[in-house]
């Protein structure tokens, strides 16, 4: 899986002045009204443990996940 660029800003932004690090991590989450299981990037901080995303790395790691199930309407 292709990896996001570095972040200019690299201190944790909840307030632990901590380096973030980019990480993969299996997650499973809802997406308008689908539910998605893979790998997704993320960027943690290590005291904290607290986590964000960017738009590259939600579009990177869209790529990966897969539909678990969906409603049809």
């Known amino acids: ?3 996001p660029k570095e972040l200019k800003i690299k201190k944790c932004p909840f307030g632990c002045d901590e380096d973030v690090k980019l990480v993969k991590e299996n997650q499973k989450f809802i997406s ?10 993320v960027y943690k901080c290590p005291n904290c443990k607290e986590g964000f ?9 869209m790529n990966n996940l897969k539909v678990l199930n969906f409603n049809k309407d």
Do not use: A
């Open 1 to 3: 899986m292709k990896k």
């Open 53 to 61: 995303t960017t738009t590259e790395s939600d579009t990177i790691s």
């Open 32 to 41: 308008n009204g689908k539910v998605y299981k893979g790998k997704r990037w």
